[in-house]
Antibody
């Protein structure tokens, strides 16, 4: 059974870089059948797609975050990671990692999610 | 593409039916339209993909329909565990978009 688990600091200072890792078990980040993605949810608000990565390293970013965002995959560790630079209070959110179906039809939906991790930006 | 969900909040009683709307700002491919359910304190869960296909383990009281710009999630008879927030989501041109959500609350 696929499991995804987000890890990283729960508190980040303004202007610093937020770094999170998603560890995957029960599945492989090197599979050609899936994308891997990050989604966030500010407290009391809706879902915002952050970005998506394929095992080849190809990335797709939310244009509103692209300038500050880096998503990478480490297939040898079965992990993928998120780095968001120059954070402000507006980046405070629960951050989720998820798997996306990318083969067949229908596709490009998030079929499995991590539990999420709250990241607070504050001095 | 902007996805607009309505209503923002739906107040219903258990056993009643619910109809949730997701409207796209331009015509979209229904193959790439999905619905999710999120309960308080939990991660979202996939309900429907390809606009009308139920995900594994989703009961048949949930159904999805629609095409073009208008999509609907219907819950035939609300069970207590169905009171939650529902999101639609779409993919196009390497961009994924979520609607703002509809909260289904107990009346």
């Amino acid at each position: 059974q696929l499991q995804l688990h987000e890890s990283g600091p729960g508190l980040v200072k303004p202007s610093e870089t937020l770094s999170l890792t998603c560890s995957v078990s029960g599945g492989s980040t090197s599979s050609s059948s899936y994308f891997w993605g990050w989604i966030r949810q500010p407290p009391g608000k809706g879902l915002e797609w952050i970005g998506t990565i394929y095992y080849t390293g190809n990335t797709y970013y939310n244009p509103s975050l692209k300038r500050r965002l880096t998503i990478s995959v480490e297939t040898s560790k079965n992990q993928f990671s998120l780095r968001l630079s120059s954070v402000t209070a507006a980046d405070t959110a629960v951050y989720y990692c998820a798997r996306l179906i990318q083969t067949g039809s229908p596709r490009y939906y998030f079929d499995s999610w991590g539990q999420g991790t709250l990241v607070t930006v504050s001095s | 593409i902007v996805l607009t969900q309505s209503p923002g909040t739906l107040s219903l009683s258990p056993g009643e039916g619910a109809t949730l709307s997701c409207r796209a700002s331009q015509s979209v491919d229904s193959t790439f339209l999905a619905w999710y359910l999120q309960k308080p304190g939990q991660a979202p869960r996939l309900l429907i993909y390809g606009a009308s296909t139920r995900a594994t383990g989703i009961p048949d009281r949930f159904s999805g329909s629609g095409s073009g710009t208008d999509f609907t999630l219907t819950i035939s008879r609300l069970e207590p565990e169905d009171f939650a927030v529902y999101y639609c989501q779409h993919y196009r041109s390497s961009l994924w978009t979520f609607g703002q959500g509809t909260k289904v609350e107990i009346k």
